[in-house]
């Protein structure tokens, strides 16, 4: 925690949990997906379902997914501007089980094809956790820069990447793997006390089994 | 000195034992923490200080209403009778709470807010801070170091109680952006570390008890009017603690009795909409009203 956690962020209204949370759970999606959006499903789950219209959840959500950070004002005309660049967006509400109150699953799809879920809840004061990405049990806050790596389970990898890491003079202070199963995919989630030269995702992209890789830092 | 933001008491101890203010304390660490110089900590501090400028001057357009229609424009009217002379408690109190009703109802209509510590309670610090300034022309330097100040007792807050309505009621967020508030005014007008903690001490036990009951779960009713509460509270307490008039209770005993409070609270009064304002007939017929007949949770 900082003085900026405290006294920030500078963020779009009304509600730092149900705005800037949720711009930054969108945010965070697009991030993953790596191509621009074609269509964007969105399911509010709990507080969420509840109150996203009065809260203004949806534009910040979707401005989110348009990659606009907490404090942009595009967030509040962003519905219109998804529909003006074409993006197909779908807002649902139902239940998630097991699921903080402030939950929402983004699933993608890119224009090149891909596709991506990204479940993130909104812990408070504009602070958000990602849960899971395709399914798959995560846990980070974006709040550190964060590598990323999607990667096919084999042994030696988190030595390769981290060593790269280290040639990068990041010190990590939090590394978190998750799998499917034993050699399927898997998630490394690295976070750093300090920025890194955003060259090391490139060389981390070109290392074998690694399908992608991308450089998280929430504003 | 390393601080650990644990208690209050330790900022006064540093503070005092090095003949410094505890925000110039604050911002040397912080720099350290961060990875980053004095220069460059204080020069995003000051741009947030810029958004609280900006957001109390569109705040004060009479026409904003939120998409609820639940709010705006009063912080316009205020404003009005105060430029005109007709309020009744002078031009500072007057103008301090028509800037903290204008950054929350600029919030509620989306507006670009800082959230102090959160955007409910967003309108507390901005109207002290800049209601001070303007009437005692003082300079922006003093103000925006305050601002570390009040971020150092919010941390320790935030570490010992809490800052969210959902787990602490009213009392955590506009209880604490009161006690910030108060500190950071008792240290711009020269009173010691132990007086800028007692201020905080003062201002949140004015609001222990708290609870967060917002009518239909948005952050409107009644959070705006309870930020104007916040502004004046502070003043109150720095105005007391700047006196010499110390808290009886110490301030880290004050956010450890806050914190049993909230946690003696009943879910239904932290941020829920299920009790007190929410479940008044005329919030949950609001709350029909905005949201639909299934809506109302409160009653």
Same mark, same amino acid.
Request: aromatic fraction near 4%; charge should be negative; proline fraction near 4%.
């Given at each position: 925690?900082?003085?900026?956690?405290?006294?920030?962020?500078?963020?779009?209204?009304?509600?730092?949990?149900?705005?800037?949370?949720?711009?930054?759970?969108?945010?965070?999606?697009?991030?993953?997906?790596?191509?621009?959006?074609?269509?964007?499903?969105?399911?509010?789950?709990?507080?969420?379902?509840?109150?996203?219209?009065?809260?203004?959840?949806?534009?910040?959500?979707?401005?989110?997914?348009?990659?606009?950070?907490?404090?942009?004002?595009?967030?509040?005309?962003?519905?219109?501007?998804?529909?003006?660049?074409?993006?197909?967006?779908?807002?649902?509400?139902?239940?998630?089980?097991?699921?903080?109150?402030?939950?929402?699953?983004?699933?993608?799809?890119?224009?090149?094809?891909?596709?991506?879920?990204?479940?993130?809840?909104?812990?408070?004061?504009?602070?958000?956790?990602?849960?899971?990405?395709?399914?798959?049990?995560?846990?980070?806050?974006?709040?550190?820069?964060?590598?990323?790596?999607?990667?096919?389970?084999?042994?030696?990898?988190?030595?390769?990447?981290?060593?790269?890491?280290?040639?990068?003079?990041?010190?990590?202070?939090?590394?978190?793997?998750?799998?499917?199963?034993?050699?399927?995919?898997?998630?490394?989630?690295?976070?750093?006390?300090?920025?890194?030269?955003?060259?090391?995702?490139?060389?981390?992209?070109?290392?074998?089994?690694?399908?992608?890789?991308?450089?998280?830092?929430?504003? | 000195?390393?601080?650990?933001?644990?208690?209050?008491?330790?900022?006064?101890?540093?503070?005092?034992?090095?003949?410094?203010?505890?925000?110039?304390?604050?911002?040397?660490?912080?720099?350290?923490?961060?990875?980053?110089?004095?220069?460059?900590?204080?020069?995003?501090?000051?741009?947030?200080?810029?958004?609280?400028?900006?957001?109390?001057?569109?705040?004060?357009?009479?026409?904003?209403?939120?998409?609820?229609?639940?709010?705006?424009?009063?912080?316009?009217?205020?404003?009005?009778?105060?430029?005109?002379?007709?309020?009744?408690?002078?031009?500072?109190?007057?103008?301090?709470?028509?800037?903290?009703?204008?950054?929350?109802?600029?919030?509620?209509?989306?507006?670009?807010?800082?959230?102090?510590?959160?955007?409910?309670?967003?309108?507390?610090?901005?109207?002290?801070?800049?209601?001070?300034?303007?009437?005692?022309?003082?300079?922006?330097?003093?103000? *925006?170091?305050?601002? @570390? #100040? =009040? %971020?150092?007792?919010?941390?320790?807050?935030? +570490?010992?109680?809490?800052? /969210?309505?959902?787990?602490?009621?009213?009392?955590?967020?506009?209880?604490?952006?009161?006690?910030?508030?108060?500190?950071?005014?008792?240290?711009?007008?020269?009173?010691?570390?132990?007086?800028?903690?007692?201020?905080?001490?003062?201002?949140?036990?004015?609001?222990?008890?708290?609870?967060?009951?917002?009518?239909?779960?948005?952050?409107?009713?009644?959070?705006?009017?309870?930020?104007?509460?916040? *502004?004046?509270?502070? @003043? #109150? =307490? %720095?105005?007391?603690?700047?006196?010499?008039? +110390?808290?009886?209770?110490? /301030?880290?005993?004050?956010?450890?009795?806050?914190?049993?409070?909230?946690?003696?609270?009943?879910?239904?009064?932290?941020?829920?909409?299920?009790?007190?304002?929410?479940?008044?007939?005329?919030?949950?017929?609001?709350?029909?009203?905005?949201?639909?007949?299934?809506?109302?949770?409160?009653?």
């Amino acid at each position: 925690m900082n003085v900026f956690d405290i006294v920030g962020p500078v963020m779009i209204g009304p509600s730092s949990s149900h705005t800037a949370g949720a711009a930054r759970i969108g945010k965070t999606a697009a991030l993953l997906l790596g191509e621009p959006v074609a269509k964007a499903d969105i399911l509010f789950h709990g507080s969420f379902a509840k109150t996203y219209k009065g809260h203004g959840t949806d534009k910040a959500i979707v401005g989110g997914i348009l990659k606009y950070d907490p404090w942009d004002p595009g967030i509040r005309t962003s519905l219109e501007t998804a529909q003006i660049q074409g993006i197909c967006v779908n807002i649902h509400t139902g239940t998630i089980e097991n699921a903080h109150p402030n939950t929402a699953l983004v699933t993608l799809t890119g224009s090149g094809g891909a596709t991506i879920s990204v479940q993130g809840a909104s812990i408070g004061g504009g602070n958000i956790i990602i849960t899971k990405i395709n399914d798959m049990e995560v846990y980070f806050t974006g709040q550190n820069t964060t590598l990323i790596v999607m990667h096919q389970d084999v042994p030696g990898i988190i030595a390769q990447v981290t060593n790269l890491v280290a040639a990068g003079n990041a010190n990590i202070c939090n590394f978190r793997l998750n799998r499917q199963e034993k050699g399927g995919i898997a998630i490394m989630t690295i976070e750093m006390d300090s920025d890194v030269d955003p060259s090391l995702v490139s060389e981390i992209r070109l290392l074998p089994h690694v399908y992608n890789t991308i450089l998280l830092k929430l504003g | 000195m390393k601080l650990k933001y644990n208690t209050v008491e330790e900022l006064v101890e540093a503070a005092s034992s090095s003949h410094k203010k505890i925000s110039e304390i604050v911002l040397e660490q912080q720099a350290g923490d961060m990875e980053s110089t004095i220069e460059e900590v204080y020069a995003t501090m000051e741009s947030s200080f810029d958004v609280m400028r900006q957001s109390v001057i569109s705040g004060l357009d009479e026409t904003l209403r939120s998409p609820s229609g639940l709010s705006g424009g009063s912080a316009a009217k205020l404003k009005k009778a105060v430029d005109e002379g007709k309020n009744h408690y002078g031009h500072l109190l007057g103008n301090a709470i028509s800037m903290a009703l204008a950054v929350t109802e600029f919030n509620s209509c989306m507006g670009k807010i800082v959230a102090a510590p959160t955007a409910g309670s967003c309108g507390v610090i901005p109207a002290a801070l800049i209601s001070v300034m303007d009437e005692y022309d003082l300079p922006k330097r003093d103000i *925006v170091m305050s601002l @570390f #100040t =009040a %971020s150092a007792i919010g941390m320790v807050i935030a +570490k010992c109680a809490s800052i /969210a309505g959902a787990e602490g009621g009213c009392q955590a967020e506009v209880g604490s952006a009161s006690a910030m508030a108060a500190a950071a005014l008792t240290e711009i007008f020269d009173g010691t570390p132990q007086m800028v903690s007692d201020s905080c001490a003062i201002a949140l036990k004015n609001t222990m008890g708290l609870v967060c009951d917002p009518v239909a779960g948005l952050v409107e009713v009644p959070c705006i009017k309870r930020n104007a509460m916040g *502004v004046a509270n502070a @003043f #109150t =307490a %720095s105005e007391l603690a700047c006196a010499g008039i +110390k808290s009886v209770i110490p /301030a880290d005993e004050v956010i450890l009795a806050m914190r049993q409070v909230g946690q003696l609270m009943s879910t239904s009064l932290k941020e829920t909409a299920e009790g007190g304002l929410a479940a008044t007939p005329t919030g949950c017929r609001l709350c029909r009203q905005i949201f639909g007949p299934e809506a109302c949770s409160g009653e």
